[in-house]
């Protein structure tokens, strides 16, 4: 069973901040995922990447299959942007969107 | 199609008594899953179906939860005999078979008092 570890757990930043939340996972993949969860409890998928990277918007995501390793980046951060981020993969190699392992997530704050 | 749709999105209920959330998926999608969070916690993967069949559901948390899909289209979960543990919040998502993106909807939250 995949293990996911995000860090930090909490971090709290001030608006135009560049800012960088980990993902570190035990076993190999076939894709990882994103998302952000808001007060209120609705999930949005970010991003679903395989490998390299990938841009929406303010957001990057970056992904190195060979460590296990996955950074999501958030440029000229916003209030807006206050959120928990998520990291989510499969529970084993070449395993679908069947029931995703998420990691505790990570509370981001912006502050204006 | 607005989206995955989760209905009710509150529920608080007394212990004991028996409680049933209904999810209906994006429509062209075949899959459909549930998940629970706990406060503090990422969601955990609880059961789900390709069309109308469960393909998997050792994870249900217990006797007490069970989940259908009659007709391949949306789905209940239903708990029975709710202990306050069981509150949470329900999320409940859906996909295409072969594309592992998976879209969520806005989940039901749960207390049991």
């Known amino acids: 069973k995949n293990e996911v570890e995000q860090s930090p757990q909490n971090l709290t930043a001030q608006e135009g901040e560049f800012i960088t939340i980990n993902c570190s996972y035990s076993?190999?993949?076939?894709?990882l995922h994103w998302l952000q969860q808001h007060p209120g409890g609705g999930i949005v998928s970010l991003f679903m990447?395989?490998?390299g990277k990938k841009k929406h918007g303010r957001l990057i995501a970056t992904i190195n299959i060979q460590e296990k390793h996955s950074s999501l980046h958030i440029t000229a951060s916003h209030p807006r942007d206050s959120a928990v981020y998520i990291c989510?993969?499969?529970?084993?190699?070449?395993?679908?969107?069947?029931?995703?392992?998420f990691g505790k997530g990570t509370h981001l704050i912006i502050q204006p | 199609d607005t989206g995955v749709s989760q209905d009710p999105r509150h529920k608080i209920t007394k212990r004991g008594q028996n409680v049933t959330f209904r999810c209906d998926p994006i429509?062209?999608?075949?899959?459909l899953y549930w998940y629970r969070q706990t406060l503090g916690q990422g969601p955990e993967f609880l059961t789900y179906?390709?069309?109308?069949?469960?393909?998997?559901k050792s994870r249900l948390l217990s006797d007490r939860f069970s989940a259908e899909r009659p007709k391949g289209s949306f789905s209940t979960l239903e708990i029975q005999r709710t202990e306050q543990g069981d509150s949470a919040m329900y999320l409940c998502?859906?996909?295409?078979?072969?594309?592992?993106?998976?879209?969520f909807g806005q989940g039901t939250r749960l207390t049991v008092v």
């Open positions: 998502a859906s996909s295409i078979t072969g594309v592992t993106e998976a879209f």
């Open positions: 076993v190999g993949i076939s894709a």
């Open positions: 990447l395989s490998s």
């Open positions: 989510a993969v499969p529970p084993y190699s070449g395993g679908g969107a069947d029931g995703l392992t």
């Open positions: 429509s062209e999608h075949n899959r």
């Open positions: 179906f390709q069309n109308e069949a469960q393909l998997e």
